[in-house]
């Protein structure tokens, strides 16, 4: 078993979230003694986003000046927890997003903080792989919003059963139209509306992806089977397009919605701990072999 007091999770979340709706995750990780983390993102932070009284937000109110939070800051969130777990506590990181977390962790997986290039350094610590949790894992080169929509395309003209949108259209911020069905519809009706009432909203995604960290990492994917928000299908198209290119994720499948973090919450701790164990030989090795690589079946399809 790979010893949990030296492995932490970071988690970034999804979009119109707050760490809060992630904190049982946190804790059931915690209690396998695995430290977790999920810091709040900078782009679906209220205080950043100019909406007036945060208990009271108005999403038509007109940008922030000098613009809203871009997905680089929420980046920069995630690579600062990474440096101080990794350069000053030698921690081995298992880097995790959901839904367009997914991106978030992808970019924030940089070379220096992986641990086969710490190894080879003779440093302790680093990112031994990547687990997305019904995440967008999105080709190289292409941002969240050019790789999910057509070309010219205007939402605020062609609605979206799920997204709404306010005064400023797609150059303003967007949030979730009926979380409780798309999203929550799998958790209990009362806890579904305490959450409900604290997502937030967000500006679009844009920035492209520069990272290739798909092929320089393990990756497993968990497909959320009954998720209304990012139908199981696309979810497997886009494993799809990576493994084209010669990426190899283990894939687990959850009998959830898009939030498994709520209603799947053990299963998903197992899973994760299970592929974390699975990178073991990182653990032991002072420079890396084809170990690990025997350890991690390729595209594995495992049921719940």
């Not at 084209?244 to 283990?250: I, N, S």
């Not at 974390?276 to 049921?303: D, G, Q, Y």
Request: hydrophobic letters at 35%; proline letters at 8%.
């Amino acid at each position: 078993m790979l010893a949990n007091k030296n492995l932490a999770v970071v988690l970034s979340h999804g979009s119109y979230h707050t760490p809060e709706p992630y904190k049982p995750l946190l804790k059931a990780l915690q209690s396998h003694g695995i430290e977790s983390y999920c810091p709040q993102r900078p782009t679906c932070d209220l205080i950043r986003l100019n909406v007036g009284d945060i208990d009271n937000p108005d999403f038509n109110r007109e940008p922030p000046v000098g613009g809203y939070p871009s997905d680089t800051e929420d980046v920069d969130v995630t690579i600062r927890l990474l440096d101080r777990l990794i350069n000053n506590e030698n921690k081995l990181v298992l880097l995790a997003g959901h839904s367009s977390g997914g991106w978030v962790a992808t970019q924030a997986a940089v070379p220096e903080l992986q641990i086969k290039s710490r190894q080879a350094q003779g440093k302790a610590g680093g990112i031994i792989g990547l687990f997305y949790i019904g995440a967008f894992i999105i080709p190289l080169g292409e941002s969240l919003t050019s790789f999910v929509t057509p070309k010219d395309a205007d939402f605020t003209q062609r609605p979206v059963p799920h997204l709404q949108f306010f005064k400023y259209g797609m150059d303003g911020l967007w949030r979730l139209k009926d979380p409780q069905h798309f999203m929550l519809h799998d958790i209990d009706p009362e806890e579904a509306e305490i959450h409900t009432a604290k997502l937030t909203a967000a500006p679009t995604m844009t920035v492209s992806l520069t990272n290739d960290a798909y092929l320089a990492l393990p990756c497993a994917f968990l497909i959320t089977e009954n998720d209304r928000l990012l139908p199981k299908e696309y979810q497997e198209h886009m494993i799809a397009l990576q493994t084209e290119r010669g990426t190899q994720f283990t894939v687990y499948r959850a009998p959830s919605g898009h939030s498994p973090h709520l209603s799947w919450t053990a299963g998903l701790v197992e899973k994760m701990e299970e592929f974390a164990n699975a990178l073991k030989p990182w653990t032991s090795h002072s420079t890396l072999t084809s170990e690990w690589r025997s350890n991690i079946e390729p595209n594995r399809w495992v049921a719940s």
